[in-house]
């Protein structure tokens, strides 16, 4: 019980930490000269709009940066097909007829 009661403040805690760490990104510059901003999780972007939007279709065409969306459903672990709100299949439920 006391060890539970713990965890539960460490965790209160951790929470609370995190809802006051600074998110605010860091203006830096490249070793050429290009600003670019630094995001605290290590992401990082151009501030230049039209270099950040290039940048952004780039990095579109390596396959680590092909994710599935968040609203779709399926593909979990590259299993299956992913789909899309709309789709015929999409919220069907179980095709097991005992859980119907």
Same mark, same amino acid.
């Given at each position: 019980?006391?060890v =539970?009661f713990a965890?539960?403040? $460490?965790?209160a805690?951790?929470h609370?930490?995190a809802?006051?760490l600074d998110?605010?990104?860091?203006? =830096? =510059?490249t $070793? !050429?000269? /290009?600003? #670019?901003? &630094? *995001?605290?999780?290590?992401r990082w972007e *151009? #501030?230049?709009a039209?270099?950040?939007a290039e940048?952004r279709?780039?990095?579109a !065409?390596?396959p680590?940066?092909k $994710?599935r969306?968040a609203?779709a /459903? +399926?593909?979990?672990f @590259?299993? +299956?097909?992913i &789909?899309?709100?709309?789709d015929k299949?999409y919220?069907? @439920?179980? &095709?097991n007829?005992k &859980?119907?």
């Amino acid at each position: 019980m006391k060890v =539970a009661f713990a965890l539960i403040l $460490v965790l209160a805690a951790g929470h609370v930490l995190a809802a006051e760490l600074d998110r605010t990104p860091i203006e =830096a =510059a490249t $070793v !050429d000269g /290009q600003k #670019v901003r &630094l *995001f605290p999780n290590g992401r990082w972007e *151009f #501030v230049d709009a039209e270099k950040a939007a290039e940048a952004r279709k780039k990095s579109a !065409d390596y396959p680590e940066n092909k $994710v599935r969306p968040a609203e779709a /459903q +399926g593909g979990l672990f @590259g299993i +299956g097909g992913i &789909l899309m709100p709309g789709d015929k299949d999409y919220n069907r @439920g179980s &095709l097991n007829p005992k &859980l119907h």
